[in-house]
T-cell receptor, first 114, second 114 residues
Framework: AQSVTQLDSHVSVSEGTPVLLRCNYS??????LFWYVQHPNKGLQLLLK??????LVKGINGFEAEFKKSETSFHLTKPSAHMSDAAEYFC????????????FGQGTELSVKP | EAQVTQNPRYLITVTGKKLTVTCSQN?????MSWYRQDPGLGLRQIYY???????DKGDVPEGYKVSRKEKRNFPLILESPSPNQTSLYFC?????????????FGPGTRLTVL
């Protein structure tokens, strides 16, 4: 079965320290992978995506993620957290054989302390 | 401005009273989808449509109907709402591809069924 798991439901960091949000997927096929961010009372916004090109993907607002096929992981990182990064983050998988269907992880809430 | 719009943004209703949530996109996208978001479950797909007059069930279609009479519109219909349909609903659209394309999300509709 195809699935995606976000390993932490909540992550708390201090402003200026690194951010790591972890995501693992399971699939028999080559997936497309996305990270979306949802700020409070807002819709979802795409942070970055991997679609079988470079394994290190850079996104908006200084975020990046590395696709590791051997580990079936797609962890999201940022060198230095800002207060404005506080939000919920979703790791999302899409499979070419399902016409664009997205499978969402459960979400990781990121808190940033001053 | 490219966008997905949903109406209403907030709705409180009573059990059994039919309601429709509208969704419209101005990007000429073929693919449109409805999701519901519940705490700890991420987003789950309700229905999707790959083009006009072509719709199919997602993971949680029970209690919902959709129609796609025009390319830009994809309304979600609850014929007889029940309290377990209280949720946050998102409409999304994308161009068709092998699951590689970004989905654009509407701002969400918060529905409460009493």
């Amino acid at each position: 079965a195809q699935s995606v798991t976000q390993l932490d439901s909540h992550v708390s960091v201090s402003e200026g320290t690194p951010v790591l949000l972890r995501c693992n997927y399971s699939s028999s096929y080559s997936p497309s992978l996305f990270w979306y961010v949802q700020h409070p009372n807002k819709g979802l916004q795409l942070l970055l995506k991997y679609t079988s090109a470079a394994t290190l993907v850079k996104g908006i607002n200084g975020f990046e993620a590395e696709f590791k096929k051997s580990e079936t992981s797609f962890h999201l990182t940022k060198p230095s957290a800002h207060m404005s990064d506080a939000a919920e983050y979703f790791c999302v998988v899409s499979f070419y054989n399902q016409g664009g269907k997205l499978i969402f992880g459960q979400g990781t809430e990121l808190s940033v302390k001053p | 401005e490219a966008q997905v719009t949903q109406n209403p943004r907030y709705l409180i209703t009573v059990t059994g009273k039919k309601l429709t949530v509208t969704c419209s996109q101005n990007m000429n996208h073929e693919y449109m989808s409805w999701y519901r978001q519940d705490p700890g479950l991420g987003l789950r797909q309700i229905y999707y449509s790959i083009n006009v007059e072509v719709t199919d069930k997602g993971d949680v279609p029970e209690g919902y109907k959709v129609s796609r009479k025009e390319k830009r519109n994809f309304p979600l219909i609850l014929e007889s709402p029940s309290p377990n349909q209280t949720s946050l609903y998102f409409c999304a659209s994308s161009s068709l591809g092998l699951g590689q394309n970004e989905q654009f999300f509407g701002p969400g509709t918060r529905l409460t069924v009493l």
